[in-house]
């Protein structure tokens, strides 16, 4: 190819220039290629090829950082009757007050390549890219004949490049791509109806999905962090929440809520519910049973049995005072005892109660009675007095030794 060693900008190119860098519109026109000389000419004052051979229509336009653009165009010496040595090529553009003017112009001189006419043994094609000083103008267009636009080898390379990634993007959709036809799908020949068997897809009746084979993962719904939120496992039966390794039928990593009630059908012999904490909770109502609601009150254990609470009897005796005494003749003796409900209460005795008078021959004997709630009364009976009560008359008495317990119920 001619080494032009850059192209330059024309006068008339660069007062073009000048008006799109203010808001006018750069549009190329066409590409030129020439066989003429310069002969000491100013490229500047250009404003045509010196001597054209072919015009050539523009089939690409790519604007470039650095206020550069690229004009592309496609040669071919098909249509070329005469040989040529190809010097001159020159971009053209149209200027909005002067037409068409030479945008920009090379001459390669003594480096110029020879073309042959066409027709003959050697056919000559080339892609032409021109890069040409737009600046920072608004708007670069050029005037594209589409019928003539061709894939360059750049073109086909950076297509071959995204074909392996789109494939891998099918094989992920899809799941795998093979290489020969696909002859039949499941038996099936010619014009048919798949089903999701014939897949392998998931087979759907109704609300049912059932799949091909069973896996502990054989659904999942994860969020975008890869987090999961719900697993079935078809090959132990268990759904997880919130785990991707439900242990049980149902297992949730989580809190439940419901608006209706846990109803367990468990056999019985089987607790109904399993708690690991030993936290109390005071919401759970497990104080109620059968229908009968406790409480621990005041350090006593009570139930309400509708009317009100009431105190559960651990024993049906509510104190026991004991203590003894020792007397001879000498009369009633008062005891004073912690208060007690005396309708509820027994006093009894054990010990030698029994008074005998040595010199008289006869005697009596000693007891206890409750005279008022916090008073016990040990009372005597005197034989001598005729059975009366009161104090012995008779001496040379014993000492008596008496026992006594003051029992209250509750």
Same mark, same amino acid.
């Given at each position: 190819?001619?080494?032009?060693?850059?192209?330059?900008?024309?006068?008339?190119?660069?007062?073009?220039?000048?008006?799109? @860098?203010?808001?006018?519109?750069?549009?190329?026109?066409?590409?030129?290629?020439?066989?003429?000389?310069?002969?000491?000419?100013?490229?500047?004052?250009?404003?045509?090829?010196? !001597?054209?051979?072919?015009?050539?229509?523009?089939?690409?336009?790519?604007?470039?950082?650095?206020?550069?653009?690229?004009?592309?165009?496609?040669?071919?010496?098909?249509?070329?009757?005469?040989?040529?040595?190809?010097? /001159?090529?020159?971009?053209?553009?149209?200027?909005? /007050?002067?037409?068409?003017?030479?945008?920009?112009?090379?001459?390669?001189?003594?480096?110029?390549?020879?073309?042959?006419?066409?027709?003959?043994?050697?056919?000559?094609?080339?892609?032409?890219?021109?890069?040409?000083?737009?600046?920072?103008?608004?708007?670069?267009?050029?005037?594209?004949?589409?019928?003539?636009?061709?894939?360059?080898?750049?073109?086909?390379?950076?297509?071959?490049?995204?074909?392996?990634?789109?494939?891998?993007?099918?094989?992920?959709?899809?799941?795998?791509?093979?290489?020969?036809?696909? @002859?039949?799908?499941?038996?099936?020949?010619?014009?048919?109806?798949?089903?999701?068997?014939?897949?392998?897809?998931?087979?759907?009746?109704?609300?049912?999905?059932?799949?091909?084979?069973?896996?502990?993962?054989?659904?999942?719904?994860?969020?975008?962090?890869?987090?999961?939120?719900?697993?079935?496992?078809?090959?132990?039966?268990?759904?997880?929440?919130?785990?991707?390794?439900?242990?049980?039928?149902?297992?949730?990593?989580?809190?439940?809520?419901?608006?209706?009630?846990?109803?367990?059908?468990?056999?019985?012999?089987?607790?109904?519910?399993?708690?690991?904490?030993?936290?109390?909770?005071?919401?759970?109502?497990?104080?109620?049973?059968?229908?009968? !609601?406790?409480?621990?009150?005041?350090?006593?254990? @009570?139930?309400?049995?509708?009317?009100?609470?009431?105190?559960?009897?651990?024993?049906?005796?509510?104190?026991?005072?004991?203590?003894?005494?020792?007397?001879?003749?000498?009369?009633?003796?008062?005891?004073?005892?912690?208060?007690?409900?005396?309708?509820?209460?027994?006093?009894?005795?054990?010990?030698?109660? /029994?008074?005998?008078?040595?010199? !008289?021959?006869?005697?009596?004997?000693?007891?206890?009675?409750?005279?008022?709630?916090?008073?016990?009364?040990?009372? @005597?009976?005197?034989?001598?007095?005729?059975?009366?009560?009161?104090?012995?008359?008779?001496?040379?008495?014993?000492?008596?030794?008496?026992?006594?317990?003051?029992?209250?119920?509750?």
């Amino acid at each position: 190819m001619s080494a032009f060693g850059g192209l330059i900008l024309t006068n008339k190119g660069r007062n073009l220039q000048a008006k799109a @860098q203010v808001g006018a519109q750069l549009n190329f026109t066409r590409i030129a290629i020439g066989d003429g000389d310069l002969d000491g000419t100013s490229i500047l004052d250009l404003n045509a090829l010196r !001597h054209e051979v072919k015009s050539l229509s523009i089939t690409k336009l790519k604007t470039m950082t650095g206020g550069k653009a690229v004009v592309g165009t496609t040669f071919s010496n098909q249509d070329i009757t005469s040989g040529f040595y190809w010097r /001159e090529l020159g971009v053209f553009a149209q200027d909005p /007050e002067l037409g068409e003017i030479l945008y920009c112009y090379g001459n390669s001189g003594a480096n110029a390549e020879y073309i042959p006419a066409g027709g003959g043994p050697d056919t000559i094609e080339k892609s032409i890219d021109v890069v040409t000083i737009v600046g920072n103008v608004s708007s670069v267009t050029a005037s594209i004949d589409q019928s003539l636009i061709y894939a360059s080898q750049q073109d086909l390379t950076n297509i071959q490049n995204q074909i392996p990634t789109n494939i891998s993007q099918l094989n992920n959709d899809v799941g795998y791509i093979t290489q020969a036809p696909v @002859q039949s799908v499941n038996g099936k020949i010619g014009k048919v109806t798949l089903t999701a068997s014939d897949v392998g897809a998931v087979s759907k009746a109704g609300d049912i999905i059932k799949p091909s084979a069973d896996s502990t993962t054989v659904f999942q719904v994860q969020k975008s962090d890869g987090s999961v939120i719900l697993d079935v496992d078809t090959t132990n039966k268990r759904v997880g929440i919130g785990t991707n390794s439900p242990g049980q039928p149902l297992e949730v990593n989580g809190n439940i809520k419901t608006t209706s009630q846990f109803i367990s059908t468990v056999a019985t012999g089987t607790a109904p519910l399993q708690v690991s904490s030993t936290t109390v909770n005071t919401n759970f109502n497990s104080d109620m049973t059968d229908g009968i !609601h406790f409480r621990v009150y005041n350090g006593s254990l @009570q139930y309400n049995n509708g009317s009100g609470w009431q105190n559960v009897m651990t024993s049906v005796i509510k104190s026991i005072q004991r203590g003894t005494v020792e007397s001879s003749d000498s009369g009633d003796i008062s005891i004073t005892i912690n208060a007690v409900d005396i309708n509820k209460a027994v006093v009894i005795t054990s010990g030698d109660g /029994e008074i005998f008078d040595y010199s !008289h021959g006869n005697g009596g004997f000693k007891y206890a009675v409750l005279t008022n709630s916090t008073t016990l009364t040990i009372k @005597q009976r005197d034989f001598n007095n005729g059975g009366g009560f009161g104090p012995s008359t008779w001496g040379n008495g014993g000492i008596v030794s008496l026992a006594w317990q003051v029992v209250e119920y509750v």
